[in-house]
């Protein structure tokens, strides 16, 4: 039986080895116009099946990598209808979830960003700035987190309410200091 | 600049097209490139003049064939239209006239 899994192990580390970055194609497939896709998908395994005969898989990877990036141009994109449609990304609903938890995380941010613009009482500086996003996104991974790991509807509701409260209690202590601590400046 | 001008890189791309007559897919204009010229060239660049190129009517291009190396997708070969031909005779034509008006003094003094 050893013997068995351990060749098996080795069959898909060979499997492994003659196909590059899953996420890099799904990357490409994502964002390139539907009518060039084919060919230069197929431009892309040529050239990373030349790679890997000359310097190994690892650095053929990587270069592979280099050249999806490389292929993110205006001439091969593709319209908006295509780039905001997550699935051609095979984004699970999990992804969009979190997705779009850290974008109401930015968009938050850009509340105060806005507000500075109009008026001098608010006056954020990138410490601050930097403060509320490492807040907001931490709370925003918590939530996804909690939201993945716990099944139960009312345990789910408990622990979500429990994170907004002491977000709410951090961000008070923070910004205007209602405990008597250092951080609150006192 | 009139849509019917091309750049330097067009101009050694649809050059490369016309070399390779009718054999011409993005990775091997890339090779001609690296082994003529001794000159890097992306994918991404080339793929975006030859699209730039087939746009001007310049290349014209049908589906090859797919091969195991290409994962079984197929390739597209590229060919010289007669006005990718004339263009590249123009610039030519262009270039020779600015050597011609070039006074033999210029090329002494350096």
């Known amino acids: 039986m050893p013997y068995r899994s351990s060749r098996l192990n080795s069959v898909k580390v060979k499997k492994k080895e003659n196909k590059p970055s899953r996420i890099a194609l799904a990357f490409f497939h994502w964002y390139c116009k539907r009518a060039f896709r084919e060919e230069i998908e197929g431009d892309l395994m040529e050239r990373f099946s030349r790679y890997k005969e000359k310097y190994g898989y690892t650095k053929a990877n990587q270069l592979f990598i280099k050249e999806v990036i490389l292929l993110f141009r205006p001439t091969l994109i593709g319209n908006i209808y295509q780039l905001t449609n997550t699935e051609t990304m095979m984004i699970t609903n999990q992804n969009k979830r979190l997705l779009s938890i850290m974008a109401a995380a930015t968009a938050l941010l850009f509340i105060p960003f806005v507000a500075m613009q109009f008026t001098s009482e608010v006056n954020w500086q990138f410490f601050d700035f930097l403060v509320a996003a490492i807040l907001l996104c931490g709370t925003g991974l918590v939530l996804e987190f909690i939201l993945r790991k716990v099944k139960t509807r009312r345990r789910r509701m408990v622990l979500a309410l429990t994170l907004f409260l002491v977000l709410i209690l951090v961000w008070a202590g923070l910004a205007v200091g209602i405990f008597g601590t250092v951080v609150a400046g006192s | ?110």
């Open chain 2, 1 to 110: 600049m009139s849509q019917k001008s091309i750049g330097e890189f067009e101009e050694i791309v649809l050059l490369i097209v016309a070399i390779l007559n009718g054999e011409a897919y993005s990775v091997n204009i890339i090779e001609e490139i690296e082994e003529r010229l001794h000159r890097n060239a992306s994918l991404g660049a080339v793929q975006t003049v030859l699209k730039r190129l087939e746009a001007k009517g310049f290349v014209s291009s049908d589906f090859g064939a797919a091969t195991k190396a290409r994962g079984g997708k197929r390739k597209r070969l590229y060919e010289i239209t007669p006005s990718g031909q004339e263009i590249l005779e123009q610039t030519r034509a262009q270039r020779n006239a600015l050597w011609d008006a070039i006074p033999k003094l210029s090329f002494k003094l350096s």
